[in-house]
């Protein structure tokens, strides 16, 4: 893996911030865009903009051939069986929502069970305790290791003939935990519960194969994986799909409109009320071409190098608290003692790092960890282990600073 000349085709990467140059250590809140991203859906404004669907002309194939085509790249990206299973969303947000409200609202009753973890991102959690709280159900939560990390005994113990839905994360956003997901999947099914994954940190970092992991539905953003901001996937095996009912309603997903009563389109388009996000999918086919052209394996080893040793650099930091287990996806969350890290990310900012300081919505984890907030660096394919050096370097100026000031 060429790394150098991964980063050049990301072009914001080319730019001096605050007088130095960019080290961007934030790609789990969004990655950075390639320029064949960009141009893809540079394309699509300048020759083929167009709503897709409803016209026979030239335009409007062009646009719904990309569309569609864009939903059979998302196909073959997660191993679905169809793309009747590739719902198109604003991002995982939505597709979690989807689920909660289709599905979870209009199966649950009182004396259910809802099991998820308590490192969930706010995402994975309030739809969960709306969904909760509208049917009556139980919100259950499988226990944490000291690490963070969660044991499928555990899990087992957790999961009982009451649990209807088991939703959790595919890799952690602030411990960076990968969770054995098809084995969370089998204990879930054995008790006859269905399992939602959140995959927006998994799809961008790891390779995804919904068929093998047996997942009932998977979500995940494209604006974390190289591809523009604002769409998202849905992936939920067809027969559960069939028997949900649309959550948004308006042109595009009907198939008929009567007076007093519609019917809808078969799958997926049914779950896509409105103009959809046509550019946004167009971006995320673009999106996932690079990544497979650059190997999902090779990112996820590259990932794991530079996270290795990122923590054995701030290891050597006087005063530095890493949060999680060793093993990890391409992430470390960390505190310098005595600075708040909204301090450390606004020094680190003075030398154009890049990192993200806060709760990273996951107030019910930092209430855990027993901190208010951490600062996250978090690294992609075009990250090196120099960023890493100005990391630790920037760090020990913050340490400077808040200790003695600048010397």
């Not at 929502?97 to 959690?125: F, M, W």
């Not at 608290?321 to 990310?345: M, Q, W």
């Not at 208010?372 to 100005?390: P, V």
Request: proline letters at 3%; glycine letters at 8%.
């Amino acid at each position: 893996m060429d790394v150098q000349a991964i980063k050049e085709q990301f072009p914001i990467l080319n730019q001096e911030v605050n007088g130095h140059p960019l080290v961007y250590l934030d790609s789990s809140a969004t990655s950075q865009k390639p320029v064949t991203v960009i141009e893809a859906v540079n394309k699509y404004y300048r020759e083929d903009n167009s709503n897709v669907h409803r016209g026979v002309h030239t335009l409007g194939t062009r646009a719904t051939d990309k569309y569609e085509g864009a939903r059979e790249k998302v196909r073959g990206f997660i191993n679905a069986g169809s793309t009747a299973e590739v719902i198109f969303t604003r991002g995982t947000t939505t597709a979690i929502n989807t689920v909660a409200t289709s599905y979870a609202r209009n199966t649950l009753k009182a004396g259910d069970e809802i099991v998820i973890t308590q490192v969930e991102h706010h995402s994975n959690i309030i739809p969960w305790q709306q969904a909760a709280k509208a049917t009556g159900a139980a919100l259950k939560y499988i226990p944490l290791q000291n690490d963070g990390t969660i044991t499928l005994e555990d899990v087992r113990s957790t999961i009982t003939e009451n649990t209807k839905i088991v939703a959790v994360n595919h890799v952690s956003n602030v411990l960076g935990t990968i969770n054995p997901i098809k084995d969370i999947a089998k204990i879930a099914h054995e008790k006859g519960a269905v399992i939602l994954v959140d995959g927006a940190q998994g799809a961008p970092h790891i390779k995804v194969d919904v068929a093998e992991l047996d997942c009932d539905f998977y979500a995940f953003s494209g604006h974390k994986m190289c591809g523009p901001t604002g769409i998202g996937v849905l992936y939920g095996k067809r027969a559960l799909l069939e028997n949900m009912e649309p959550v948004e309603f308006g042109g595009e997903m009907i198939d008929f409109v009567d007076l007093y009563d519609s019917t809808w389109k078969e799958l997926p388009w049914k779950f896509e009320g409105g103009t959809p996000i046509i550019a946004g999918a167009i971006g995320l086919g673009a999106a996932i071409d690079f990544i497979l052209e650059v190997g999902q394996e090779n990112i996820l080893d590259h990932e794991q190098k530079l996270a290795d040793y990122a923590m054995d650099q701030l290891r050597k930091i006087d005063g530095m608290t890493i949060y999680g287990p060793e093993k990890r996806a391409g992430l470390v969350t960390f505190n310098l003692n005595d600075v708040h890290p909204h301090d450390t990310a606004t020094v680190l900012d003075s030398f154009g790092i890049a990192v993200r300081a806060g709760h990273h919505c996951a107030q019910p984890l930092m209430k855990w960890l027993e901190v208010s907030a951490t600062a996250r660096a978090s690294f992609y394919l075009y990250n090196t282990t120099e960023d890493i050096d100005h990391l630790v370097e920037g760090l020990l100026k913050t340490k400077e600073y808040f200790g003695n000031g600048f010397k």
